[in-house]
């Protein structure tokens, strides 16, 4: 069986008992969002306590407050009412283990995947690559609360975001399931 296979049959199993989800309203029921890391270890749902329809997740790489995660978080308060947004980065991100500088070099080796050994990243690859991610801006953390202040700070001085949004700023544990707060992040997130 692929995966895309099992993606499918798990589709099938979950649509044949989808009942009464199609009811959901848009707006998020405990009006808040999270902007948090794609990690594929966190459950966002579980460890803030999310039924389906309750907060809009953004997801990214590093949980950073890149453009596109603004205009997600604008259009959750703009068009459906949140009103209380979370910064969640985690311990333990993939986004620590590397530079802007590094990414670039990899993919000006190939398109291939990376192997991380105990010197960093590695390419192995046999194609060629490309110098198109010069021009991206990775967003890599190389202090993590000072990512969490950063991301934080930069949602809370746009033009978009009104301040009577409260905006709190958290690590999540992988090795404990916990949320740790960031102080300062919290603080420059307050509402006023």
């Known amino acids: 069986m692929t995966i895309l296979d099992e993606v499918l049959a798990a589709n099938d199993r979950y649509a044949a008992e989808f009942g009464d989800r199609s009811e959901l309203a848009l707006p998020p029921a405990r009006g808040f969002a999270i902007l948090t890391c794609m990690d594929a270890r966190l459950d966002p749902a579980k460890y803030a306590g999310l039924a389906e329809g309750d907060a809009h997740v953004i997801r990214n790489a590093g949980g950073r407050a890149s453009d596109d995660a603004i205009r997600s978080l604008v259009n959750s308060y703009k068009l459906l009412g949140t009103a209380e947004w979370f910064v969640i980065h985690h311990t333990d991100c993939g986004m620590e283990l590397f530079t802007d500088d590094v990414m670039r070099g990899l993919l000006d080796a190939s398109l291939d995947t990376a192997e991380l050994t105990e010197q960093g990243f590695v390419d192995h690859g046999t194609g060629s690559g490309t110098a198109e991610a010069r021009y991206i ?44 707060e960031v102080p300062e992040a919290s603080e420059v997130g307050a509402a006023s």
């Open 137 to 180: 801006d990775w967003l890599t953390i190389a202090d993590r609360a000072g990512a969490v202040v950063d991301d934080v700070r930069r949602i809370r001085s746009h033009p978009l975001v009104p301040s009577r949004i409260p905006i709190h700023g958290f690590v999540y544990d992988v090795a404990t399931g916990r949320l740790v």
